[in-house]
């Protein structure tokens, strides 16, 4: 099922803000890799990140997450908005 969405680019990327503690500004986001699963919903990366290392996917999913967190830097810098990622 891993395999498959890759194939179909069913991962996600959601973005957690790094904060700068002294000013509390948001100094970049970090980008984590989610698998809204369609029957199952989303497991933890805890419950799948085990089955990509087990299946030798993590340069796949690595590409895909960087592929869409590129994506969407690009569009927020498009925005106007330039947050490091």
Do not use: N
């Not at 690595?62 to 498009?78: E, M, P």
């Amino acid at each position: 099922e891993l395999r498959h969405a890759l194939d179909q680019r069913q991962l996600c990327v959601v973005y957690q803000p790094k904060f700068d503690l002294r000013t509390y500004d948001i100094v970049g986001l970090e980008a984590l890799v989610r698998w809204p699963h369609p029957r199952r919903g989303t497991p933890t990366p805890e419950q799948f990140l085990p089955l990509v290392r087990q299946h030798g996917l993590m340069r796949s999913v690595t590409a895909v997450v960087l592929d869409l967190a590129l994506d969407d830097a690009a569009r927020w810098y498009g925005k106007g908005i330039g947050v490091p990622v």
